[in-house]
T-cell receptor, first 111, second 112 residues
Framework: RKEVEQDPGPFNVPEGATVAFNCTYSNSASQSFFWYRQDCRKEPKLLMS???SGNEDGRFTAQLNRASQYISLLIRDSKLSDSATYLCVVNKGNRDDKIIFGKGTRLHILP | NAGVTQTPKFQVLKTGQSMTLQCAQDMNHNSMYWYRQDPGMGLRLIYYSASEGTTDKGEVPNGYNVSRLNKREFSLRLESAAPSQTSVYFCASRLTMDTEAFFGQGTRLTVV
C-alpha cells in the first residue's frame, strides 16, 4: 500500500457544485495532516491544516478519520478559481521528519 | 517577507555538467527539504535536513548531494547532470515536524 493515496481525477464539476476528495494514508503513527493547493507550474501552497476535530475555512471543510486512516476535503459552492490540483500531505510520524505528498487530485470547475 | 527563495528559476545544462541549486529561508525554520516534480509523478523527496548539520536521503537521492550550510541555507548539487534529471525542483522549509511547509517558487531545470 502506498504511503499516501489520492484519486488523480480529473474531477470536472460545474460551478456552484459541491465536490469532495479523499486521501488515504498507511502509517497509523502519522500525526499531522494538510491539504495543499497547486496551480499549474507553481509551487504548492497550504490550503488548510486538518485537525482531529475537523475544521472549516469558508467554503472548505477538512476532516480526519483516524480509524479508517483517511482525510477528506469538501469544497462547497465551487468557483472557477478553485480549479487546481489538491495535494494531500501527511507527516511520516514516529519522529521521522519526512513529509509525504500524495500525487494530487486535479479539479476542473466548469462554467 | 521573502519566505523561501530559490535560485536560479530556470536553468539549461548539458549532460555531464554540474550545478548547485540554492535555497534560503528567512523564517528561522529548522527543517528543509528538496523535492522534484515530474508530470504524473507528484512531488518526490530527494533529500531533507531536520536541523542544521544533519541531512538524510529521501525517496530519490541518487545523482544528488546536499549541504545544509547553516540554518537558513540548503543547497542541492548535481555533480554530473543527466537528461533524467530534467524536472522542476522545489525547496521547502518548516518550523517543526507538526507544522506546515512553505515552498520556494521552484527551479525549472532542463538537461540536454
Amino acid at each position: 500500500r502506498k504511503e499516501v493515496e489520492q484519486d488523480p481525477g480529473p474531477f470536472n464539476v460545474p460551478e456552484g457544485a459541491t465536490v469532495a476528495f479523499n486521501c488515504t494514508y498507511s502509517n497509523s503513527a502519522s500525526q499531522s495532516f494538510f491539504w495543499y493547493r497547486q496551480d499549474c507550474r507553481k509551487e504548492p501552497k497550504l490550503l488548510m491544516s486538518v485537525y482531529s476535530s475537523g475544521n472549516e475555512d469558508g467554503r472548505f471543510t477538512a476532516q480526519l478519520n483516524r480509524a479508517s486512516q483517511y482525510i477528506s476535503l469538501l469544497i462547497r459552492d465551487s468557483k472557477l478559481s478553485d480549479s487546481a490540483t489538491y495535494l494531500c500531505v501527511v507527516n511520516k510520524g514516529n519522529r521521522d521528519d519526512k513529509i509525504i505528498f500524495g500525487k494530487g487530485t486535479r479539479l476542473h470547475i466548469l462554467p | 517577507n521573502a519566505g523561501v527563495t530559490q535560485t536560479p528559476k530556470f536553468q539549461v545544462l548539458k549532460t555531464g555538467q554540474s550545478m548547485t541549486l540554492q535555497c534560503a529561508q528567512d523564517m528561522n525554520h529548522n527543517s528543509m527539504y528538496w523535492y522534484r516534480q515530474d508530470p504524473g509523478m507528484g512531488l518526490r523527496l530527494i533529500y531533507y535536513s531536520a536541523s542544521e548539520g544533519t541531512t538524510d536521503k529521501g525517496e530519490v537521492p541518487n545523482g544528488y548531494n546536499v549541504s545544509r550550510l547553516n540554518k537558513r541555507e540548503f543547497s542541492l548539487r548535481l555533480e554530473s547532470a543527466a537528461p533524467s534529471q530534467t524536472s522542476v525542483y522545489f525547496c521547502a522549509s518548516r518550523l517543526t515536524m507538526d507544522t506546515e511547509a512553505f515552498f520556494g517558487q521552484g527551479t525549472r531545470l532542463t538537461v540536454v
